[in-house]
């Protein structure tokens, strides 16, 4: 992509504005906060404490909207003690000299930048409190205002803490929110298996429905019943509907038994649907009789049999699982010993650091990201200084908020900051110039500005950033500040950060596209890993570790989604193809997919742990771990990665060998003959030869597509 494409795409997602589900009572609730703050500051402190505990309770306020699953007193609480830390250590350095409060600023905004190995709440949290630190630096004139300035921006957080204790908005509303969307992409899911069999399946609602299961000791002793059991019923749930539709382990393509899967899928996907209105809303799961009939009634057996059999009494038996835990229970609480737990804020601080310093190493694209705004900010200082304007702080400040590990981000977001403070700060100018508001005038006037940002903060950066410019105004106006001091210095000021912010990543990138081979190669090792794991099921079904599996699944779907967000990232970058061509990527992404699918498939007919190994399947993983292992080291090489090992094991005649084309299912015979043996009837609970013999062809066809991929 060019530079001149590049940037119209970031013009056009900075200015764009989303449709997205506003949270009015939410958005009260902080303005509340913030008026309360701003009230009480006029009325026993006079303005400089007033505005320095609004700058508390307004980023404390931010901190809560940010995608975290971690309690929201405790993101304003941090937000807001952390503010009151760097403010007050700001103006204890920048009071004396202007040198040491540069150098303060540099390691203040390297540590902010590193922290965004911690994640996006910690990097956006981390930030902002350099931002605002900025600005509240300069209202103190001593070392005990200082001090009581920064014990106003911690009271500022803890009143919008205590307000979300106080005055809880849809308790457990986002993590039901989450379950419901698992539930209903599993829905989705079935209803697209009727007419696509081998309908690919997005799993990020299941990560972000287990990221929402994590909950601290204290959560899991008071989260609804019906928050805890239905994920893990919902992830058992979807490599059964994938094996009943799919022809080559499943019924055949055509005939009666393809209907009855058809039916039996429709029927899932109601019942799904049902269960997640209900967690939903919180209501008792109302699941339609017919489709109840369907997956009770005893014709299936005469259609079905074998795999396709097996997989519809577990489809049955797993929807029964989920009605029944979806169902709300006064009184029941989940079981903290079998919950997912996350630790403590105060517990988070250890792994975090382990996220920092595993990124301080050269090529780490945080640490670049840190190294680069450390350089814009320090060098926006110093231009603040050295223009003729005042507020001098502006220019850094625009650029520390604006900058993102990314490229397509910091542009977007220094074409949308730019854009909307200059409508902002128009309408906040035309304000103060008609209405010429006092103090509490202007007060009020910066609350609902605050308010206006809060309820629209989800529909897109530019507009948040109009009433955040003119917040800002009000709030100075109400300090004291005249408007002609403030709007001409913002604006220029922010146009100046904005440009460096651009620049910097400009002249010192982390580009995503060179890095694409890399990402690729580690979703092939892991999905790789998670066949294999599937596969030691099979060679022993007694010994081997549930557990292996699921960690491996996890494992291949955290390496699948950081390869589609690398894979957007680069989709916007300004650099020639260095990385993979994006036909390329498309045709290994879709194998990798493919072969994922086919481990999945796999694992929806594990062996019960009585039953015996199944020859070959030893062989088959350990082949097809190292296969895997080897084509990652391949593709990280640039080369064609080969699969002479997997070949030539399902080639021998003591391996599963693949099945070429799924045979249908012949129709009985009304009269047997008389000398016909019957086949034994099959073992429930043993895993049909055709299910491994299909799905092993079936994997070595999707690492084949990864090299036809793959090939120059």
């Given at each position: 992509?060019?530079?001149?494409?590049?940037?119209?795409?970031?013009?056009?997602?900075?200015?764009?504005?989303?449709?997205?589900?506003?949270?009015?009572?939410?958005?009260?609730?902080?303005?509340?906060?913030?008026?309360?703050?701003?009230?009480?500051?006029?009325?026993?402190?006079?303005?400089?404490?007033?505005?320095?505990?609004?700058?508390?309770?307004?980023?404390?306020?931010?901190?809560?909207?940010?995608?975290?699953?971690?309690?929201?007193?405790?993101?304003?609480?941090?937000?807001?003690?952390?503010?009151?830390?760097?403010?007050?250590?700001?103006?204890?350095?920048?009071?004396?000299?202007?040198?040491?409060?540069?150098?303060?600023?540099?390691?203040?905004?390297?540590?902010?930048?590193?922290?965004?190995?911690?994640?996006?709440?910690?990097?956006?949290?981390?930030?902002?409190?350099?931002?605002?630190?900025?600005?509240?630096?300069?209202?103190?004139?001593?070392?005990?205002?200082?001090?009581?300035?920064?014990?106003?921006?911690?009271?500022?957080?803890?009143?919008?803490?205590?307000?979300?204790?106080?005055?809880?908005?849809?308790?457990?509303?986002?993590?039901?929110?989450?379950?419901?969307?698992?539930?209903?992409?599993?829905?989705?899911?079935?209803?697209?298996?009727?007419?696509?069999?081998?309908?690919?399946?997005?799993?990020?609602?299941?990560?972000?429905?287990?990221?929402?299961?994590?909950?601290?000791?204290?959560?899991?002793?008071?989260?609804?019943?019906?928050?805890?059991?239905?994920?893990?019923?919902?992830?058992?749930?979807?490599?059964?509907?994938?094996?009943?539709?799919?022809?080559?382990?499943?019924?055949?393509?055509?005939?009666?038994?393809?209907?009855?899967?058809?039916?039996?899928?429709?029927?899932?996907?109601?019942?799904?649907?049902?269960?997640?209105?209900?967690?939903?809303?919180?209501?008792?799961?109302?699941?339609?009789?017919?489709?109840?009939?369907?997956?009770?009634?005893?014709?299936?057996?005469?259609?079905?049999?074998?795999?396709?059999?097996?997989?519809?009494?577990?489809?049955?038996?797993?929807?029964?699982?989920?009605?029944?835990?979806?169902?709300?229970?006064?009184?029941?609480?989940?079981?903290?010993?079998?919950?997912?737990?996350?630790?403590?804020?105060?517990?988070?601080?250890?792994?975090?650091?382990?996220?920092?310093?595993?990124?301080?190493?050269?090529?780490?694209?945080?640490?670049?990201?840190?190294?680069?705004?450390?350089?814009?900010?320090?060098?926006?200082?110093?231009?603040?200084?050295?223009?003729?304007?005042?507020?001098?702080?502006?220019?850094?400040?625009?650029?520390?908020?604006?900058?993102?590990?990314?490229?397509?981000?910091?542009?977007?977001?220094?074409?949308?900051r730019f854009s909307g403070t200059l409508v902002g700060v128009a309408v906040a100018t035309a304000v103060v110039q008609s209405a010429q508001p006092g103090?509490?005038?202007?007060?009020?006037?910066?609350?609902?500005?605050?308010?206006?940002?809060?309820?629209?903060?989800?529909?897109?950066?530019?507009?948040?950033?109009?009433?955040?410019?003119?917040?800002?105004?009000?709030?100075?106006?109400?300090?004291?500040?005249?408007?002609?001091?403030?709007?001409?210095?913002?604006?220029?000021?922010?146009?100046?950060?904005g440009l460096l912010a651009m620049v910097g990543y400009a002249v010192y990138p982390a580009w995503e596209t060179p890095r694409l081979r890399a990402r690729?190669?580690?979703?092939?090792?892991?999905?790789?890993?998670?066949?294999?794991?599937?596969?030691?099921?099979?060679?022993?079904?007694?010994?081997?570790?549930?557990?292996?599996?699921?960690?491996?699944?996890?494992?291949?779907?955290?390496?699948?989604?950081?390869?589609?967000?690398?894979?957007?990232?680069?989709?916007?970058?300004?650099?020639?193809?260095?990385?993979?061509?994006?036909?390329?990527?498309?045709?290994?992404?879709?194998?990798?997919?493919?072969?994922?699918?086919?481990?999945?498939?796999?694992?929806?007919?594990?062996?019960?742990?009585?039953?015996?190994?199944?020859?070959?399947?030893?062989?088959l993983a350990r082949a097809l771990r190292e296969a895997t292992e080897a084509g990652a080291k391949a593709v990280r090489e640039r080369r064609v990665p080969?699969?002479?090992?997997?070949?030539?094991?399902?080639?021998?005649?003591?391996?599963?060998?693949?099945?070429?084309?799924?045979?249908?299912?012949?129709?009985?015979?009304?009269?047997?003959?008389?000398?016909?043996?019957?086949?034994?009837?099959?073992?429930?609970?043993?895993?049909?030869?055709?299910?491994?013999?299909?799905?092993?062809?079936?994997?070595?066809?999707?690492?084949?597509?990864?090299?036809?991929?793959?090939?120059?």
């Amino acid at each position: 992509m060019s530079w001149l494409r590049a940037l119209k795409d970031s013009v056009r997602s900075g200015l764009a504005v989303e449709r997205a589900s506003l949270e009015p009572l939410v958005a009260l609730r902080a303005t509340v906060g913030l008026a309360i703050v701003i009230g009480a500051g006029l009325a026993l402190l006079g303005p400089g404490a007033a505005v320095s505990s609004a700058f508390g309770a307004f980023m404390a306020a931010v901190a809560t909207f940010q995608k975290s699953w971690r309690p929201r007193p405790a993101l304003a609480l941090s937000s807001g003690l952390t503010l009151a830390v760097s403010t007050f250590t700001g103006y204890l350095v920048g009071s004396s000299h202007t040198v040491l409060f540069l150098a303060l600023l540099a390691v203040w905004t390297f540590a902010a930048g590193m922290m965004w190995a911690a994640g996006p709440t910690a990097g956006v949290i981390a930030s902002s409190n350099v931002a605002i630190m900025l600005v509240t630096v300069t209202l103190p004139a001593s070392v005990p205002q200082a001090a009581g300035h920064a014990a106003m921006i911690a009271a500022g957080g803890m009143v919008q803490a205590l307000l979300i204790v106080l005055f809880p908005v849809r308790r457990w509303g986002a993590r039901r929110d989450a379950l419901a969307d698992a539930l209903a992409a599993e829905a989705d899911y079935a209803r697209r298996l009727r007419h696509d069999p081998v309908a690919p399946f997005d799993p990020q609602p299941l990560m972000r429905a287990r990221a929402a299961a994590a909950v601290t000791p204290r959560e899991a002793r008071r989260r609804p019943a019906e928050l805890h059991g239905a994920r893990g019923s919902a992830e058992r749930i979807r490599p059964v509907l994938a094996s009943l539709a799919d022809p080559a382990v499943g019924a055949p393509a055509e005939g009666p038994a393809r209907d009855r899967v058809r039916e039996l899928l429709a029927a899932a996907a109601a019942v799904l649907d049902a269960a997640a209105r209900a967690i939903r809303r919180g209501e008792p799961v109302r699941a339609p009789a017919p489709a109840l009939a369907v997956l009770r009634s005893p014709d299936t057996a005469g259609l079905l049999d074998g795999a396709p059999l097996r997989a519809a009494h577990r489809l049955a038996a797993l929807l029964d699982d989920v009605r029944e835990t979806a169902e709300p229970v006064s009184g029941r609480t989940a079981d903290p010993g079998e919950s997912l737990l996350r630790p403590t804020l105060p517990g988070s601080v250890p792994p975090a650091l382990k996220a920092v310093r595993a990124e301080l190493r050269p090529g780490s694209p945080v640490l670049r990201h840190a190294v680069r705004v450390t350089a814009v900010a320090c060098a926006g200082y110093f231009l603040g200084h050295a223009l003729p304007f005042g507020h001098a702080y502006w220019a850094p400040m625009a650029s520390v908020m604006v900058m993102r590990p990314d490229f397509s981000q910091t542009y977007a977001r220094a074409v949308a900051r730019f854009s909307g403070t200059l409508v902002g700060v128009a309408v906040a100018t035309a304000v103060v110039q008609s209405a010429q508001p006092g103090m509490y005038l202007s007060g009020l006037l910066a609350v609902v500005s605050a308010g206006l940002m809060y309820a629209l903060m989800r529909t897109g950066y530019a507009v948040t950033q109009v009433f955040v410019s003119a917040y800002v105004v009000f709030l100075l106006g109400m300090g004291g500040a005249r408007w002609d001091q403030t709007v001409p210095d913002r604006v220029a000021l922010t146009l100046v950060g904005g440009l460096l912010a651009m620049v910097g990543y400009a002249v010192y990138p982390a580009w995503e596209t060179p890095r694409l081979r890399a990402r690729l190669a580690d979703w092939l090792a892991a999905v790789g890993g998670y066949a294999a794991a599937v596969l030691g099921q099979y060679a022993d079904p007694a010994g081997a570790r549930r557990a292996d599996v699921r960690e491996a699944l996890l494992a291949a779907r955290d390496a699948r989604i950081a390869w589609q967000e690398a894979l957007a990232r680069a989709a916007g970058e300004p650099v020639r193809h260095r990385g993979l061509s994006r036909t390329a990527a498309e045709g290994a992404g879709d194998a990798l997919a493919a072969l994922g699918r086919n481990a999945m498939l796999l694992e929806a007919h594990l062996p019960d742990r009585a039953h015996p190994p199944v020859p070959g399947a030893a062989a088959l993983a350990r082949a097809l771990r190292e296969a895997t292992e080897a084509g990652a080291k391949a593709v990280r090489e640039r080369r064609v990665p080969r699969w002479d090992g997997v070949r030539a094991l399902l080639a021998d005649g003591n391996a599963p060998a693949p099945a070429a084309t799924p045979r249908p299912h012949p129709a009985p015979a009304a009269h047997p003959a008389p000398d016909a043996h019957p086949d034994p009837a099959p073992d429930p609970g043993a895993p049909a030869r055709d299910v491994l013999r299909g799905a092993a062809g079936q994997i070595l066809d999707s690492l084949d597509e990864v090299s036809r991929a793959l090939r120059p």
